[in-house]
Structure formats: structure tokens, C-alpha cells
């Protein structure tokens, strides 16, 4: 299933593997078991199972074409006999099949089916990760001496979920989150591998560096520029060498190489704090007017300031990039005379970065507004003072203004309240 761009530095940032400090000695020679459970072309079975004559024909799960988010989300085992590739543009997946049938997506019903594995999960352990709609990391250490061991564990979860949903899943059982990762690619659809620790460096090692967590396309390129072709040239690598060509990222993935990775299965509502915040989309159409990259850029913002203020957390700097429908990409940033975590304010300063740095006869593919460099300011940004400045007044107050629609909208749901441009709006 498509996640988007594999940025691994991105994804690192956002998870808690770099929070990971060493454990005890059980820990550190194996003693724990972890599954990671990954549903096989997720979307594309949850359709199956309502369509099943979807299973005798290659089908691919495929944004809107007419919408301009034509790509493959997810396709089925036929499908993959042809090289579709996922996030491939449907164009270009037809090509390779022609006979390939397109399928519109059902979100509701991945998010229902979503609910529906987690549950089978809580029957063996309390400590569930999601990670995205169809992959879960399990502790199950503490759960052997009920279920079993890990490969018994994870055999009985694949058989509820393909007698319980209708799907499959195929998951990998290791001693800590990456390799248990790493497991569940190994062998598709439908099936256990276990990477013990005594045995990790014969099957891990011979691996391309591609299939390690957290190595993208990016990250690849530079660590094969270096010679390191296999996840064993990354362990056997220098720490000097690695940490000249990645920084301490490349630390981290030379750690997880050899089998030092200490997280733990963080349990489903923890949500680490942000390092940034980003909202970017690509419209139905071309943003050609000054109306239409001002609704853009204020839906976008919108967004932005809500989340930052979820966090409780205000932004001192401000960024945008601009896609050209001939895919160049424009990045601005400012730095604010204050921190703010206001839509009013961010959309303003985003707006002005947009329409400074665009030419005005040419036409925007895509916007994306970032909130860099935030400081918990406990959702404000000033202190309580007695005698406060007017600005520090009227920040105070559209701050509760945009805090009460953000109350509104969590007990309503999104579309309860919004700005007027957003009715009927061609552009969404």
C-alpha cells in the first residue's frame, strides 16, 4: 500500500527509534519477541473481499485520475506478475498491462478492516503499534507462556485474520522492531519468517541495503556511492566512514545493521512530539489566480496551525514550496518577529512567501506550507501579563477564537465548521 514518498530521514524524525536507549542484558541478548504484522496489498484485498471476482482478473487500487491523484495504491498478485509497481502512475501501470482494472478507493472500509486486525492483536498482547492502516509491531514477550512462541503466536494470527476479515497478513518474529520489519518482507503473501538472534547476521546480512528500515531511495544512492551494496556492508562498515557520508542517521542505521535496536513497541495513542509540521496538497486543478492560491494556501494553513496547536506548540518559522506542473520545485522560508500557531497569522506570511516567488503567468501544480523550528509555548505565545500589549491582546484572542474551532470540529467533525471559500469549491 502507497504511504507516500520513502523518506527515511523524515520517518526517522517521526518515530522513536532514535529515543531508544540500551535495556537490560535480556533484552540486549534476544530476550524479547516482536511481531510485525503487514497485510498483504492491503486496499486491494479489503476490495477483493467485497468484489471476489476482483481476485481472477490483475487489479490495482488507483487514486483519481479525474482528480489528478492517479497513481497505484495498492495492487493484487496478478497485477504484480506485470511489474506494476505501487505509486507508479496509472498510465504508466496500464502500459505494462492493459487489461489491468482500475478500482476507485473505499476508505471507510480500510479503516473498518484496520479496527478489525488491531482487535485480533489485543487477544494476544496490550502492546500494539500501529504503524499506518495495515502494519502493526506486538510485544509478545509476555504473552509466550499463554500462546506460545512467537512463530506460534504469529501462525495462529494469520489464520484468525484469514478465517475472521477475509485478508492475509504475513509477519515477521524477531528480537527487536527492525528486524521483525525486515521479517515481514521476506516472504509474501501469507507467511511467518522469524529472524532469531543467534542466527541474524546469515539471513539479514546478505540483504540489499534497500530493505533496512528507514533506508530510502535517497539514502540508498549515497550509502552505495560508499560501496555499501548489503545490510552486512553496513555493519562491517566504519562508524567514521558511515557517520562522514550520513551524519548520525547513518550511525543509527549502521546500529540497526547489527542488530542494536532497542525500542519498544510503543502502545497505540502515544504520539511523539513533532520537529515540524506540514501540509501539502495537489489540487483538482492548477492554481491560475490570485483567488485560488489564496484559498490554497489559507486550507493549507488551516491545517497546519490546528495540528500545532493539538501539540501545544507554536512555530518560528514559516516555508512553503511550489510545484510547476512541469515538476520544478520552489522553497522559501521567513522567520517570524514572533512564535505563532495561528492559521490567521501563518496563512498571511505563507501567502505573501507564495505570491513573492511565483511567476504570475505561470499556473501551481502543488503547495505545501511547513511551521519549522517550534517551542512549546504551552499553546500561546506570550506570557500572562498583567497589563499585556494590544497586539499580545488581540493574538490572545483570535488564539481563542481558533481554539474553539478547533473544539468544535473534533466534536463535529471536519467539515462542522470552515472558512466559506471551502463550499463548493472547485478546487477540492
Not at 507462556?145 to 512467537?150: A, N, Q
Not at 486550507?299 to 495540528?307: C, G, H, K, W
Not at 488564539?399 to 471559500?421: F, H, Q
Request: proline fraction near 4%; hydrophobic fraction near 35%; charge should be neutral.
Amino acid at each position: 500500500m502507497y504511504m507516500g514518498p520513502r523518506d527515511g530521514s523524515a520517518l526517522m524524525r517521526s518515530s522513536n527509534f532514535h529515543d531508544s536507549t540500551l535495556p537490560c542484558d535480556s533484552a540486549l541478548h534476544g530476550g524479547r519477541t516482536i511481531l510485525h504484522c503487514d497485510a498483504n496489498s492491503f486496499f486491494a484485498s479489503c476490495e477483493t473481499m467485497l468484489h471476489p471476482e476482483y481476485a481472477s482478473v490483475p487489479m490495482a487500487v488507483c487514486g483519481s485520475v479525474e482528480d489528478r491523484h492517479g497513481i497505484v495504491l495498492a495492487k493484487n498478485e496478478l497485477a504484480k506478475k506485470y511489474n506494476v509497481k505501487t505509486a507508479e502512475t496509472v498510465w504508466s501501470a496500464k502500459k505494462k498491462c492493459p487489461e489491468l482494472l482500475i478500482v476507485r478507493p473505499t476508505y471507510g472500509l480500510y479503516g473498518e478492516v484496520s479496527e478489525r486486525m488491531n482487535r485480533i492483536f489485543y487477544d494476544y498482547t496490550d502492546l500494539v503499534e500501529p504503524f499506518g492502516v495495515d502494519e502493526s509491531w506486538l510485544d509478545v514477550t509476555g504473552s509466550k507462556k499463554l500462546f506460545g512462541s512467537g512463530r506460534e503466536i504469529a501462525d495462529s494470527i494469520r489464520e484468525r485474520i484469514k478465517r475472521e476479515i477475509g485478508i492475509t497478513v504475513s509477519i515477521g518474529v524477531s528480537f527487536n522492531k527492525i528486524f521483525a520489519k525486515l521479517g515481514s518482507d521476506l516472504k509474501k503473501p501469507d507467511a511467518t519468517s522469524e529472524i532469531p538472534y543467534d542466527m541474524f547476521s546469515s539471513i539479514v546480512w546478505p540483504l540489499p541495503v534497500s530493505a533496512l528500515l528507514f533506508v530510502g531511495r535517497s539514502t540508498e544512492e549515497k550509502l552505495l556511492g560508499i560501496g555499501i551494496k548489503t545490510i552486512g556492508d553496513l555493519a562491517c562498515c566504519e562508524e567514521s566512514v558511515i557517520r562522514r557520508a550520513l551524519g548520525k542517521n547513518g550511525v543509527m542505521l549502521r546500529e540497526f545493521a547489527c542488530g542494536r535496536d532497542y525500542a519498544e513497541v510503543t502502545v497505540s495513542g502515544y504520539e511523539p512530539e513533532p520537529k515540524s509540521v506540514s501540509n501539502g496538497m495537489t489540487f483538482r486543478y492548477n492554481l491560475s489566480s490570485r483567488e485560488d492560491i489564496s484559498f490554497a494556501v489559507t486550507y493549507l494553513s488551516m491545517s497546519v496551525a490546528e495540528r500545532l496547536r493539538k501539540h501545544g506548540l507554536c512555530c518560528n518559522n514559516v516555508s512553503v514550496s511550489i510545484r510547476t506542473p512541469n515538476m520544478e520545485t520552489v522553497s522559501r522560508s521567513v522567520m517570524l518577529e514572533h512564535p505563532s500557531c495561528l492559521y490567521s497569522e501563518i496563512s498571511k506570511i505563507a501567502l505573501r512567501l507564495v505570491c513573492a516567488n511565483c511567476d504570475p503567468t505561470k499556473e501551481i501544480y502543488s503547495v505545501t506550507v511547513h511551521a519549522e523550528k517550534l517551542t512549546r509555548e504551552n499553546g500561546n505565545a506570550f506570557q500572562q501579563k498583567m497589563f499585556p500589549e494590544p497586539y499580545e491582546k488581540r493574538y490572545q484572542k483570535l488564539y481563542a477564537l481558533e481554539n474553539a474551532v478547533d473544539s468544535i470540529r473534533s466534536r463535529y467533525g471536519k467539515k462542522s465548521i470552515g472558512i466559506a471559500s471551502s463550499l463548493n469549491n472547485r478546487l477540492i
